[in-house]
């Protein structure tokens, strides 16, 4: 199997790589360019561990081949800050403990991010749907759904 060059934006900053073409994202972002905040928590989709945006879209990056990325651009939670000053959603999910083990946390984050950039003022019905692809196994989903509205509110100005 041929390695393929992919030239792409990743977080702002212009990014080329070689992989397989049978490559996922997820693996390039870790094992290539040493993003490892994406997480691989189930590999099919269906936990939302790996949610990483794609020219704007949410996607799971364990779904979308590294190729794909070619001239895209992509945003992870390594992203989020802007250097030491955390995005109100992170200062958020930290004040109001809305994390424990930490594998969901990054997925769940760039997607709470890809909504407040759509909506900025959802329900917490709207939230939730919105988050419904991220499997957290130790929170209970409450405390993330109030630091969703509080750095919302926040954002907004509120």
């Not at 049978?22 to 490892?36: I, K, Q, Y």
């Not at 590294?66 to 651009?73: K, S």
């Not at 992509?74 to 000053?85: F, L």
């Not at 959603?89 to 769940?108: E, K, M, N, R, S």
Request: with cysteine; glycine share 10%; hydrophobic share 35%.
């Amino acid at each position: 199997m041929k390695n393929i060059h992919v030239s792409t934006t990743i977080n702002g900053d212009p990014t080329e790589f070689i992989c397989n073409p049978d490559e996922s994202l997820l693996d390039v972002l870790r094992n290539r360019l040493g993003l490892t905040g994406a997480k691989e928590g189930c590999g099919t989709g269906d936990c939302g561990a790996c949610s990483v945006t794609v020219n704007g879209r949410l996607v799971c990056s364990c779904l979308v081949l590294g190729v794909e990325a070619e001239a895209a651009e992509v945003e992870t939670i390594e992203g989020m800050a802007n250097g030491e000053k955390l995005h109100p959603l992170q200062q958020h999910f930290i004040d109001g403990a809305a994390l424990q083990c930490g594998v969901c946390t990054p997925g769940i984050l760039v997607a709470a991010k890809a909504l407040l950039e759509k909506n900025p003022n959802p329900t917490d019905t709207e939230v939730r749907y919105w988050l419904a692809g991220n499997l957290c196994r130790c929170t209970g989903y409450d405390k993330i759904i109030k630091a969703v509205q509080s750095a919302a509110a926040e954002m907004r100005g509120a």
